[in-house]
């Protein structure tokens, strides 16, 4: 979770899922930073396995892709060991880091962004069976991610962020 908590990491990311392979250069242009900022922490995060070398390419570049799309946090609230305390800090903060980037994007495209707010009464069981119908429909089109010949012609990218919490 470390490795992801940087925001230039977290932009690398991004930007290596929505774009496909990218060398330091490419990623630096696309997200404000440097190659030399970009290929350190694309260093990084392969060391943790979250991004790998694409392959040759002409010349002395080095294209990076993602491994795997998406990730999840998952701590124990009741692990009060000091390794769980630090793996909940650790989760709380790359959730909190990565929210603030998604409301920063939902922000800057507001008047071609949605917004739905509403309140359910709902038994424990009724809302883990809601998030399971959610996580379902959300991942309906995830294949386009990995595969481009997937895409529709006019297809683009739309960030689906859904936030559900006990309304307290």
Do not use: N
Request: glycine letters at 6%; hydrophobic letters at 35%.
């Amino acid at each position: 979770m470390r490795a992801l908590s940087h925001p230039v990491r977290l932009a690398l990311i991004e930007a290596l899922s929505v774009q496909g392979p990218l060398t330091a250069t490419q990623a630096g242009q696309l997200i404000g930073e440097s190659p030399t900022t970009c290929s350190f922490h694309f260093r990084q995060l392969a060391k943790y396995g979250f991004v790998e070398e694409a392959g040759p390419m002409p010349g002395r570049s080095r294209p990076w892709r993602v491994t795997r799309l998406g990730w999840s946090m998952e701590s124990d609230p009741d692990d009060e060991t000091p390794a769980g305390r630090e793996r909940d800090l650790a989760a709380r903060h790359l959730g909190d880091v990565a929210l603030e980037r998604q409301l920063e994007r939902h922000r800057t495209h507001r008047p071609k962004s949605e917004r739905t707010h509403t309140i359910w009464w709902v038994t424990p069981d009724e809302a883990d069976e809601l998030q399971g119908e959610i996580d379902k429909l959300v991942m309906r089109y995830r294949d386009r991610l990995h595969d481009p010949a997937a895409r529709p012609a006019d297809a683009g990218p739309v960030e689906v962020v859904i936030l559900t919490h006990p309304f307290a």
